[in-house]
């Protein structure tokens, strides 16, 4: 066979035949199909079996019926005239067309009358039921026939046997078997046909899908398995699959915008950095030039560190960190704290920073972290909100910190009267470093709403932007922990 | 001072050593976990600076085994992992103080400084003095000379943990730390108005300053003649 350039794919076209004959074999539809086929044939026999047997017992008990009333008939004739009229009697019925089996004998064993050429050896020896294999007096040699009789005792040392041939019993039997075997053969021929019929259309389908994986598995993320539209199991399992991939691509693209960022946002200090260091072993500057240029090194450095700093602990918490030092801690409490320690900052800025906390608020958390999420709140607050534009009666503009248990819910909120968010970028500020165009100015590392989102939902809770008209209210809303044992009247 | 550093990083160990001498003490130092916990049992140290992550031993362990023999010497945790729980597991392994990497020296040196004299503290004192300022920790009353100065209770803690540590730098984030009783880092510069509000409460109006901004450390509170 010459090896030319088609013979690459034509072996491989002709692998595919038999290779996928053998996928067909070992799909489980496969399996299945011969465990039902097994089980059907085996009680499709049971069946047959029954019937067959019933229906030969029902024949024999009739056949025994029937010659129990001749011979009765039979014993009465004898009784009433004698064995000269019997003979007579047998005689005449043996000879009608399909009779009976009859023979009559002397208590010698001498044949006096019937129909009967031969018989199995030693039936005439006891009386009562039995099975035999006979010939005709009229047939030839080799005509072997089976028959039910009954041998009867006459008295005078007369021997009597009626019998029916079994012909009937026989052929009955012999329809049942071989409608077994057609049934059998029907049964491989049709359960096979339909087992590789059904499987193909599966494994098509699971092919199909498998494709897909392939793609998507070779970096292609927009692939989606094919719905055939039937709303059968595989059907389900597709679109849930695809509803977990529409999720990977989502946490994909955001993974991506995030490394994007952390990219830019670092990269652009590191620049700074370098560019300064450069600067200073270029110029001819003296020693207080050095110094200034090595402090602001460190400072930039130092920036640098808060925003590792600052993502790590998103990263932390967003994989569970911080959950083993959870205590019950008092949302109120934590709200007095961070007021208490960015009162003056507000105050500087001419800002009014209050307290809204009456209650306790009890909360199962780590309050080191839900402070740390709250400060930052805060602090956007503060460094966002316009203190002259939304002063009311010539007050410093108020920022108001919340804490108030609702419902099975904590809420914890910083409400400021600043420009608020526009409702379209809601979603997206909470992102790692996602700072709208005009806060791009003000410093800040774009982490602090992110750092909250993550904490609220270690504590199983959510982050919420809501309206405070005018103004912006961050809300922090958290499971309420159950109440001391030691309850309080509502 | 004698320090002993436990460090496995040969140039991390190297700039230590060498910055704490430049500040006028003297360190040791140790590459592993065993032979840290070979000196620190048999030598006279005045604080023990611990590396958490250290070959043979690891460093909790080390402060495990040291506090289980019955040393007290003061502890204070280097490491990188800096997360909420991972300090807590440092301080619970029986570290007195936790410092996440990067630090800055003066932090280090701020903490240990303060580690060192918590033995012989002023935790007793009723009242400290610092020049002709006085502050009464059981009435809670603040003076400086004859005038009676009122401050805000955050405002008397903050003083407090100052006049406590009266001629040490204080760190922002020891003040944090030990006054709020926070562990993270505030984005704004909070503690530097705080700052500002009490040395205008205290200093304002007076011809000596007491409290001292010490760049790229913190804080000391002293009289300018001792």
Redesign the interface.
């Given at each position: 066979m010459p090896a030319g350039p088609l013979a690459g794919p034509l072996a491989e076209a002709r692998r595919v035949g038999p290779a996928r004959f053998v996928q067909v074999f070992r799909t489980t539809t496969f399996k299945l199909t011969l465990i039902y086929l097994a089980v059907f044939a085996l009680a499709a026999v049971f069946l047959l079996f029954y019937f067959a047997w019933n229906t030969s017992r029902l024949i024999t008990e009739q056949v025994k019926e029937a010659v129990d009333a001749e011979i009765a008939g039979l014993i009465d004739q004898y009784r009433l005239s004698g064995i000269r009229q019997l003979v007579i009697v047998i005689d005449t019925r043996a000879r009608r067309p399909g009779s009976n089996l009859y023979l009559l004998t002397s208590f010698t064993g001498e044949g006096l009358a019937g129909n009967v050429g031969s018989l199995s050896p030693g039936v005439l020896d006891h009386t009562g039921w039995v099975e035999t294999a006979y010939r005709r007096l009229d047939e030839g040699e080799g005509a072997e026939h089976h028959a039910i009789a009954r041998v009867e005792q006459l008295p005078g040392g007369f021997r009597l046997l009626v019998g029916r041939d079994l012909d009937e019993r026989e052929r009955l039997l012999d329809i049942v078997f071989s409608a077994l075997r057609w049934l059998i053969a029907l049964l491989i021929v049709l359960g096979l046909a339909g087992g590789l019929f059904v499987t193909r259309r599966v494994l098509r389908r699971v092919d199909a899908m498998t494709g897909t994986t392939q793609t998507i598995m070779a970096g292609d993320l927009g692939g989606r398995l094919p719905i055939a539209g039937t709303g059968d199991e595989i059907d389900r399992l597709a679109g849930n699959l695809n509803a977990m991939l529409d999720r990977i691509e989502v946490l994909m693209r955001g993974l991506k915008e995030v490394s994007d960022n952390i990219a830019h946002d670092l990269k652009t200090p590191l620049t700074r950095l370098r560019n300064r260091c450069e600067e200073a072993l270029r110029g001819a500057g003296g020693d207080k030039d050095y110094r200034a240029a090595l402090e602001a090194t460190i400072e930039e450095s130092d920036g640098l560190i808060k925003t590792f700093n600052a993502l790590l602990m998103i990263a932390g918490a967003e994989s569970g960190h911080g959950r083993e030092d959870m205590a019950d801690v008092d949302a109120a409490e934590i709200a007095r704290g961070v007021a208490d320690l960015y009162e003056p900052v507000a105050d500087d800025k001419g800002m009014r920073l209050t307290v809204d906390a009456p209650q306790p608020a009890p909360v199962r958390g780590n309050r080191e972290l839900i402070s740390q999420a709250l400060a930052n709140l805060v602090d956007n607050a503060i460094k966002y909100a316009d203190p002259g534009a939304a002063a009311v009666d010539g007050a410093p503009a108020p920022i108001v910190i919340a804490a108030r248990a609702q419902g099975d819910h904590v809420l914890l909120s910083v409400a400021d009267r600043g420009p608020g968010i526009p409702l379209g970028d809601r979603g997206r500020v909470v992102d790692r470093f996602v700072r709208l165009e005009r806060s791009r100015s003000q410093p800040g590392s774009g982490l602090g709403l992110s750092l909250a989102s993550a904490v609220a939902h270690l504590h199983g809770g959510a982050l919420r932007l809501e309206d405070n008209e005018p103004g912006l209210r961050v809300v922090i809303a958290l499971p309420r922990a159950a109440p001391p044992a030691a309850g309080t009247p509502a | 001072m004698r320090l002993l550093i436990i460090e496995d990083d040969r140039d991390a160990a190297d700039y230590l050593v060498k910055a704490f001498r430049e500040v006028g003490h003297v360190a040791d130092r140790a590459a592993d976990g065993e032979e840290g916990l070979a000196l620190a049992l048999e030598g006279q140290y005045d604080v023990l600076v611990v590396d958490r992550m250290l070959p043979k031993l690891d460093g909790l362990a080390v402060i495990g085994q040291l506090r289980a023999q019955g040393v007290e010497t003061p502890v204070l945790i280097l490491s990188a992992l800096?997360?909420?729980?991972d300090r807590?597991k440092g301080l619970r392994a029986g570290g007195d103080d936790y410092l996440?990497k990067?630090y800055?020296f003066a932090e280090l040196a701020a903490r240990i400084e303060v580690l060192a004299r918590r033995r012989g503290g002023r935790n007793e004192e009723t009242i400290y003095r610092v020049g002709d300022l006085e502050l009464d920790r059981l009435s809670h009353r603040v003076s400086r000379g004859d005038a009676e100065i009122a401050l805000q209770p955050?405002e008397f803690r903050l003083l407090e943990y100052l006049m406590k540590h009266a001629g040490q730098v204080v760190t922002r984030t020891m003040l944090l730390e030990n006054v709020?009783d926070?562990?993270?880092?505030?984005?704004?510069n909070?503690i530097d108005?705080?700052m500002s509000?009490l040395r205008a409460k205290i200093d304002k109006g007076y011809a000596r300053s007491l409290l001292h901004t010490v760049r790229?450390a913190g804080y000391v509170i002293r009289d300018a003649k001792s």
């Open positions: - | 800096g997360q909420v729980d807590v996440p990067p800055s955050r709020w926070y562990h993270f880092d505030p984005q704004t909070v108005v705080h509000r790229g």
